[in-house]
C-alpha cells in the first residue's frame, strides 16, 4: 500500500519569504512522487515529479523538492514565496512498475501575506 | 493544442439518478483517468484506461463504471447516485500511460447530488 501525509493543511507566509510544505510518504516499493498545485476552480497542474533520478527535483515556478529515503519525505520548497503562488498544493505518490493508480495527500493550502 | 476537455462543467442531480461525465484528452494522449475530489480532500483514484481497456481501478462501487472509446475520449458514469457523490470530478490524460508519464488534468465537472 502507498500512501502520503501532507503535514498542515494551512500554510501561511509572507510574500518574499521561503516557502516550505511538508510531505511524508509510505510505500512498500521504490516510489514515484509529484507535487501538484490546484488553483482555485481548475484542474491540478504538474509541479514536478521524483522517478527515481535525480534526488534534488526542479520544477515550474521556482519550486523545488528534495527526495530523502532515510527520512521517507518530499518536502516542497520555494525560496521566495509570490502572491500567485496562493493555491492548493497536493503531495502524490505511485509505485514504480504499475499503472498510474496515484493516491494523493489531503493537500496545504498556501495563503501569501503581502 | 487544446488541453484535456470535460463536459459538461456543473451538473445537479438527485438521488437515484444517472449520470455521464465525458472527457476528451490531449491530442496523442491514448490513456485517460478519471479521479474523484471531495471538498476539502485530496482527489481520489478512480479508473484507468488504455487503449480502450481498464488498466486500474480504485476503490469504488460497481456503481461507477467506465469506457474509451477508439478515439480515446472517456465517459464516466455513475448510477443510482448518492448524496456522497457530490464532487469535482476530474479526468486525466498522458501519452501512454505509464507510471513515470506526466498526467494532464482537466478542469473537472462539478457535480452536486441533491
Known amino acids: 500500500a502507498q500512501s502520503v501525509t501532507q503535514l498542515g493543511s494551512h500554510v501561511s507566509v509572507s510574500e518574499g519569504a521561503l516557502v516550505l510544505l511538508r510531505c511524508n510518504y509510505s510505500?512498500?516499493?521504490?516510489?514515484?512522487l509529484f507535487w501538484y498545485v490546484q488553483y482555485p476552480n481548475q484542474g491540478l497542474q504538474l509541479l514536478l515529479k521524483?522517478?527515481?533520478?535525480?534526488?534534488l527535483v526542479k520544477g515550474i515556478n521556482g519550486f523545488e523538492a528534495e527526495f530523502k529515503k532515510s527520512e521517507t519525505s518530499f518536502h516542497l520548497t520555494k525560496p521566495s514565496a509570490h502572491m500567485r503562488d496562493a493555491a492548493e498544493y497536493f503531495c502524490?505518490?505511485?509505485?514504480?512498475?504499475?499503472?498510474?493508480?496515484?493516491?494523493f495527500g489531503i493537500g496545504t493550502k498556501l495563503q501569501v501575506i503581502p | 493544442d487544446a488541453g484535456v476537455t470535460q463536459s459538461p462543467t456543473h451538473l445537479i442531480k438527485t438521488r437515484g439518478q444517472h449520470v455521464t461525465l465525458r472527457c476528451s484528452p490531449i491530442?496523442?494522449?491514448?490513456?485517460v483517468s478519471w479521479y474523484q475530489q471531495v471538498l476539502g480532500q485530496g482527489p481520489q483514484f478512480i479508473f484507468q484506461?488504455?487503449?480502450?481497456?481498464?488498466?486500474g481501478r480504485g476503490n469504488f462501487p460497481d456503481r461507477f463504471s467506465a469506457r474509451q472509446f477508439p478515439n480515446y475520449s472517456s465517459e464516466l458514469n455513475v448510477n443510482a447516485l448518492l448524496l456522497g457523490d457530490s464532487a469535482l470530478y476530474l479526468c486525466?490524460?498522458?501519452?501512454?500511460?505509464?507510471?513515470?508519464?506526466?498526467?494532464?488534468f482537466g478542469p473537472g465537472t462539478r457535480l452536486t447530488v441533491l
Open positions: 486525466a490524460s498522458s501519452r501512454a500511460g505509464a507510471v513515470q508519464d506526466t498526467q494532464y
Open positions: 510505500s512498500s516499493v521504490p516510489p514515484y
Open positions: 484506461y488504455y487503449e480502450k481497456e481498464e488498466r
Open positions: 521524483y522517478t527515481s533520478a535525480a534526488t
Open positions: 491530442s496523442g494522449h491514448k490513456s
Open positions: 502524490a505518490v505511485t509505485r514504480s512498475g504499475g499503472y498510474q493508480k496515484v493516491t
